[in-house]
């Protein structure tokens, strides 16, 4: 099915801070609006006021301003801007096309029977940026088991250097980290001949340092709550070794100012299904022999497992059930704890808006390379949030995006989006099987509203019962310190073993952002290839909703259709 240009006239992003429909050239104006009010002090987002409204509110702000102690000329410069912007009365377009992307859709083929379709777009947003910096990840069959992938999102900064290295070395590192604890990942001859010659740089005194990764509990009841503990640990400490050999500078230009990224990763796993039969006797003393299994079993009706790591503004986004859930955490200078562990550490944050920068260089706080700057690198940590989730049918989306797209839409828009655009794509397809037609004049903006965004009950939600298996919290190190700074168990289920899974001969692929594959979106449709097609439609209509929103960032969007998005 081929969507024309007038398909794009009628995608409109639900607003999640006054509830209403805008089109995607009008975000940024609308959001600018919001912003402008609240900083004016009016607690209405969407209150219209005139101009003498505008104008006694900030001869009011100014005038309680004067007569602080402590005058703050940025604040008065705030209000200043904010009233001219108000007043300015801009008049958004009727209408314009939205941007036409770089690099089509493309889908990936993936033996994983817990996803329908994947699929990834990307645009390096030529107006604001000269190179395409982000990289993903696409791994089939991961450590040579079926029904596993590992799938990850690069988005470089200041060079695609540490980019590229990240996405070709980091997924090598991590499986070598699952292998020792579980031997049902294998490595081929040629990913153990790679790991080897890092034998060199990861010295002895080097791996005194990682000591406190592999350390067990000393609780044996942790150990029984804390069954996904060790892929945390495997995530934490295969990040910290990427970051070292990142500091060997490999292809770097700059002799101070190397490249570095953010980085998002998911490994998906799906859990065995099995009937247990026995007494109640059996099952306690099989419990008892495989606690400590790392391919221990969840909950019953629980399909498969996603753990998740992120560091820095690359995040992954869930929906289920129709709500969204952010599985990942900002590391950036708006965190308020990020903020506080930069200061606290003797780091410095500059005065530019809108949060301010790391060492008046970086917006993130978090992330992998930047060692030519020792300064920057102080506060600048290799440590991913991690965590834990189940899946079942009733999981819909997996998002994971670069900075461009969460730049300019929340967790809440993004989810509207897909939705919408999504059953837009499945009504089309009806329509062409039913009318041999494709119905280009149709309103197919979902009616969406609050229950199905974004909010702390959603997140709760997924909380109750087996939905949050494991979090961590922080692993603070530095080069002359590592210590372990607690972990928080959100909820966990008492572990049952499983049986190791089937291998599968087929070797694991990594596609880096410029490989080839095959173009999606394009020629017949069929009920074998529409899961395809509509992940390649939705994920293009992400980035260009991304691009006419005012992304000035390049922009990476990779979507996974799991199970339950034909319930949709």
Request: hydrophobic share 30%; aromatic share 8%.
């Amino acid at each position: 099915i081929a969507c024309e240009n007038d398909d794009s006239k009628r995608i409109s992003i639900f607003c999640s801070a006054c509830q209403q429909t805008i089109y995607p050239y009008h975000l940024l104006y609308h959001k600018k609006t919001h912003k402008a009010l609240t900083l004016l002090g009016f607690a209405s987002p969407q209150r219209k006021t005139d101009n003498k409204t505008l104008l006694a509110q900030r001869q009011k702000l100014i005038s309680k301003l004067t007569k602080m102690p402590k005058y703050s000329e940025t604040h008065r410069q705030k209000i200043d801007y904010s009233f001219e912007f108000l007043m300015d009365n801009h008049t958004p377009t009727s209408y314009c096309d939205l941007a036409n992307i770089n690099n089509p859709s493309t889908f990936k083929e993936v033996n994983n029977s817990l996803i329908k379709a994947l699929a990834i777009c990307q645009d390096k947003n030529s107006t604001w940026q000269g190179d395409m910096e982000d990289r993903f990840i696409v791994l089939n069959n991961y450590g040579n088991r079926s029904d596993t992938c590992f799938l990850g999102l690069v988005d470089g900064s200041h060079g695609v250097t540490a980019a590229e290295t990240v996405a070709a070395e980091l997924p090598l590192l991590f499986l070598d980290q699952l292998a020792q604890t579980d031997s049902s990942y294998k490595k081929s001859k040629d990913e153990q001949q790679i790991l080897d010659s890092f034998a060199t740089v990861i010295k002895a005194d080097y791996r005194e340092k990682e000591k406190i990764f592999s350390e067990k509990p000393g609780n044996d009841e942790t150990d029984k709550t804390n069954t996904y503990e060790w892929i945390h640990k495997a995530y934490a400490k295969s990040f910290w070794r990427m970051d070292r050999l990142l500091r060997l500078g490999r292809n770097e230009v700059s002799k101070v100012r190397w490249s570095g990224c953010s980085v998002v990763t998911c490994l998906v796993e799906r859990i065995p299904s099995e009937e247990t039969d026995g007494t109640e006797e059996e099952e306690r003393k099989h419990s008892e022999n495989t606690t400590h299994s790392p391919s221990a079993r969840t909950a019953k009706g629980v399909a498969g497992l996603l753990h998740i790591a992120n560091i820095g503004n690359a995040h992954a986004v869930l929906c289920k059930n129709g709500k969204s859930h952010c599985l990942s955490k900002e590391h950036s200078t708006s965190n308020v704890s990020e903020r506080e562990r930069i200061l606290q550490n003797g780091g410095n944050i500059s005065i530019n808006e809108p949060d301010g920068l790391v060492e008046g260089y970086l917006r993130t706080t978090r992330g992998l390379g930047h060692h030519g700057d020792p300064v920057l690198k102080r506060s600048f940590i290799p440590v991913p949030h991690t965590i834990s989730v189940p899946i079942d049918d009733t999981c819909q989306f997996l998002i994971l995006a670069s900075n461009g797209l969460w730049e300019v839409l929340d967790y809440n828009e993004v989810l509207a989006l897909t939705l919408t655009t999504f059953t837009r794509y499945l009504r089309m397809y009806e329509s062409v099987q039913q009318n041999g037609t494709s119905p280009y004049v149709c309103q197919y903006l979902m009616p969406l509203t609050e229950d199905n965004l974004n909010d702390s009950k959603a997140t709760e939600d997924l909380q109750n019962g087996t939905e949050i298996l494991y979090s961590n919290t922080d692993i603070i190190f530095c080069d002359k310190l590592a210590s372990y700074a607690g972990q928080e168990l959100l909820k966990t289920v008492s572990p049952v073993g499983s049986k190791p899974l089937p291998q599968f001969e087929e070797d694991t692929k990594m596609h880096p952002s410029n490989c080839k594959s095959q173009t999606a979106g394009r020629g017949r449709v069929t009920a074998e290839t529409l899961y395809d097609n509509a992940a390649s439609y939705v994920s293009e209509q992400l980035v260009k909703t991304a691009l006419a929103a005012g992304s000035r960032d390049n922009i990476t969007i990779l979507i996974v259709l799991l199970n339950g998005c034909n319930k949709i």
